[in-house]
């Protein structure tokens, strides 16, 4: 399920980022809903770890794509 709405708030981005990543806190900003359950402790700690990885991938990539490394051959016999 996806959610998309923008808004500007008024606080540091630290300040948003971690009320946003209390779903607690969050869910209360949610019309309609009645309750939250943390099914899995662990659920949202491996979903942050996959985000700052895929992050990391794709910040990669990007810098892949505007370099070119070029490595010279050593001459034969010699050991890399």
């Not at 709405?5 to 540091?12: L, S």
């Amino acid at each position: 399920m996806k959610f998309e709405h923008k808004v500007t708030v008024d606080a540091p981005v630290a300040t948003v980022r971690a009320f946003l990543d209390d779903f607690r806190k969050a869910s209360a900003c949610v019309p309609g809903l009645e309750s939250v359950e943390e099914i899995e402790p662990d659920v949202k700690t491996a979903w942050l770890g996959e985000q700052k990885a895929a992050a990391w991938k794709k910040a990669y990539d990007a810098m892949r794509a505007k370099y070119i490394v070029l490595l010279p051959i050593p001459p034969d016999g010699a050991k890399p």
